[in-house]
């Protein structure tokens, strides 16, 4: 399973780092992609990391996020700064184990809980 966390309010133009850690998986060599779901609006894949380590981010938070990885940890991390109200919202990491170079266009199968964000 996928044990999320590091969500919190924030004052618009700060940052955020949320965690996703793998309990039970290794995150190490599949996909993992993280997903907004705003209120009102559907859940949308904001950004994605290859088994190459190679990151893919939408435009709305391209040059805003970061994603990295702690091996030793088994965890990986969704870096957010220059924080806007409409980042608000809950994310989700999610995982798919197979080795992939095409990431962000994988469908997943493995979720963690979601931890909320709220930017005000």
């Known amino acids: 399973q996928l044990v999320e966390s590091g969500g919190g309010s924030v004052q618009a133009g700060g940052s955020v780092r949320l965690s996703c850690e793998g309990s039970?998986?290794?995150?190490?060599?599949?996909?993992m992609a993280w997903f907004r779901q705003s209120p009102g609006q559907e859940r949308e894949k904001i950004a994605a990391?290859?088994?190459?380590?190679?990151?893919f981010y939408v435009d709305s938070v391209k040059g805003r996020c970061t994603i990295s990885e702690d091996k030793v940890k088994n965890t990986r991390y969704l870096g957010m700064n220059s924080l806007k109200p409409e980042d608000s919202g809950m994310y989700y990491c999610?995982?798919?184990?197979?080795?992939?170079?095409?990431?962000?266009?994988?469908?997943?199968?493995?979720w963690g809980q979601g931890t909320q964000v709220t930017v005000s």
């Open positions: 999610a995982a798919n184990l197979e080795y992939s170079h095409y990431c962000f266009f994988k469908s997943y199968d493995l």
């Open positions: 039970g998986v290794s995150l190490s060599s599949g996909c």
């Open positions: 990391v290859d088994s190459d380590g190679s990151t």
